[in-house]
């Protein structure tokens, strides 16, 4: 090209535009992959529940046997690569903050195994979680190979995680707001335009594979007139404080299984695997991550005692399921939850005589990316993956509407992001494992003049120290930044040995420091 057209043309961000197209092209492929063989697997064990449901109990022994051994075979998978347990986002997102880094092949085939026999039987974890750390390793796989580092690397992870979460939902645009949003943190033109064409490269991948229909095609009759829009504060509400109560209950799992001390921990999926068989026996087509539930949902069902149940069953044993550490996430789940929720509060205001049955469907749909936007305080990508899993883009205006209250319902109730507060605790167990010569040292809030309670995040903690626990009678809270500290509580760190006595000395004074309003 010659140097006067050189001058007349922009070609600066070609190379970027370039990177996404292949990145995206062949996470699609492998998230595709993914998708698929993880339906079909669903699609048999189904078939296989519903004969035994018939009387063919002469199948219940050979699937007791598959499922124990899907999870001896995913526990062998863990115990070799722990880092491929839960969703995988919040393992990305500490690799993109370069907290922690892992080999790229060995995170891809062995989360692609463990996650196919982990989600195929029918436990209620998502695809869509173990697609982004798919995509991310495709990402960092094709920066390793072609010699790329520093910043550039770290978009082409970002970038992979795109292209996977856009082909696991056919969501182009909201897998690219959810690494700018949710992982990345960062809105720059190279990592947007790398991730854009990431994931409009995977998504046209998954559209070949799976059809052009959206995927949570759901038959609204009409757009909810403004007059009732009331409903979506009073819906907000309840689904910022079902949010919250979720965030709890997820965080606390580990507490469930301590009950199962006799079996490794590498091999509790096994639990949720064998409680599968009766919740299978009982109600097959419950099974899995959840859009065969939202679908069903095409058809009212304003029966409250039939959704009551439904709600209880997903959110315990979806539940036991991401506590096990089985590979599987919880992005389907919690918008299954959302749809549930929304489809009781519209049956029970329609039983009241306060909503008309033909907006049943609008606040199904609200309510998902509400749920969503509560509990991963990402409302954007919440408003954009509904709109675009549904089809439709007239419901724009109520779902920002639900989506920010639930948000601010759960941000007034202190509740973290809840992708953030895994990542947290992620990298505090990664560096206890990791650290060596460690003392555990106590430091007790005593009450004093000016005492108030204050934010972890308002200390100035000292290097090298990392809490792991705010002890509160007998109660031990796992702490993340919005965590208050109350006079009365101990605070238990770990700091380098021989350390202890100095640490708990400097970290007194900064806590006087906030008592009596002197700079730290």
Do not use: C
């Not at 069953?313 to 096990?324: A, D, K, N, T």
């Not at 519209?346 to 009241?352: D, K, N, R, S, Y």
């Not at 006079?487 to 009596?516: C, F, K, N, W």
Request: glycine share 10%.
């Amino acid at each position: 090209m010659n140097n006067s057209l050189r001058h007349h043309l922009s070609l600066d961000k070609l190379h970027y535009i370039y990177r996404g197209l292949v990145i995206g092209l062949l996470a699609g492929a492998a998230t595709a992959a993914f998708r698929f063989s993880i339906e079909k697997i669903l699609v048999v064990f189904q078939a296989v529940f519903h004969k035994i449901r018939m009387g063919q109990w002469s199948l219940l022994y050979p699937l007791v046997g598959v499922l124990i051994l899907f999870g001896v075979i995913v526990g062998l998978l863990l115990r070799r690569a722990p880092q491929i347990s839960g969703s995988g986002i919040p393992q990305v997102e500490a690799q993109l903050d370069e907290e922690l880094d892992y080999n790229w092949w060995q995170i891809l085939w062995q989360k692609f195994v463990g996650g196919v026999l982990a989600i195929g039987p029918g436990l209620f974890l998502g695809r869509e979680g173990p697609s982004i750390q798919l995509g991310a390793a495709v990402g960092q796989g094709t920066a390793e190979i072609t010699r790329v580092s520093g910043s550039d690397r770290r978009i082409m992870i970002a970038a992979g995680a795109a292209g996977g979460l856009s082909a696991a939902f056919n969501a182009p645009i909201a897998g690219t707001m959810f690494v700018l949003e949710e992982i990345y943190h960062n809105f720059s033109y190279p990592v947007w335009l790398t991730s854009l064409a990431s994931a409009v490269a995977a998504n046209f991948v998954s559209l070949n594979v799976f059809g052009m229909q959206p995927i949570l095609h759901l038959n609204y009759q009409r757009s909810l007139p403004v007059n009732l829009y009331w409903h979506l504060l009073l819906l907000g509400i309840i689904l910022g404080l079902l949010g919250r109560l979720y965030q709890i209950v997820l965080l606390n799992q580990d507490k469930f299984y301590r009950y199962f001390k006799f079996i490794p921990k590498a091999f509790l999926g096994l639990v949720p695997l064998l409680v599968l068989i009766p919740l299978g026996i009982w109600h097959p087509d419950w099974l899995g991550g959840g859009n065969g539930v939202i679908l069903n949902f095409n058809q009212a069902t304003i029966n409250l005692g039939y959704l009551v149940t439904l709600f209880l069953v997903r959110f315990l044993f979806s539940m036991m399921s991401y506590g096990s550490g089985l590979p599987g996430g919880i992005f389907l789940p919690i918008l299954t939850l959302g749809a549930i929720i929304g489809a009781l509060y519209a049956a029970v205001m329609i039983h009241l005589g306060w909503l008309p049955q033909g907006y049943w469907h609008n606040l199904v749909i609200f309510a998902m990316a509400g749920y969503f936007a509560a509990i991963g305080k990402a409302p954007f990508t919440a408003i954009l993956l509904v709109t675009e899993m549904v089809g439709s883009l007239v419901h724009l205006m109520p779902l920002a509407v639900l989506s920010l209250v639930a948000y601010l319902v759960v941000d007034i109730l202190n509740g973290d992001a809840i992708y953030e507060a895994l990542r947290q605790r992620l990298t505090v167990i990664h560096k206890i494992m990791t650290s060596r010569n460690l003392d555990q040292v106590q430091v007790p809030i005593f009450e004093a003049p000016g005492a108030h309670a204050f934010k972890v995040m308002d200390l100035q903690w000292p290097e090298n120290s990392l809490l792991i626990s705010i002890q509160r009678g007998e109660k031990h809270l796992i702490p993340h930044g919005s965590s208050r500290v109350h006079p009365g509580d101990t605070l238990i760190l770990l700091v380098p040995s021989g350390q202890a006595g100095a640490m708990r000395r400097l970290i007194q004074q900064h806590i006087e420091s906030i008592y009596t309003g002197k700079p730290q």
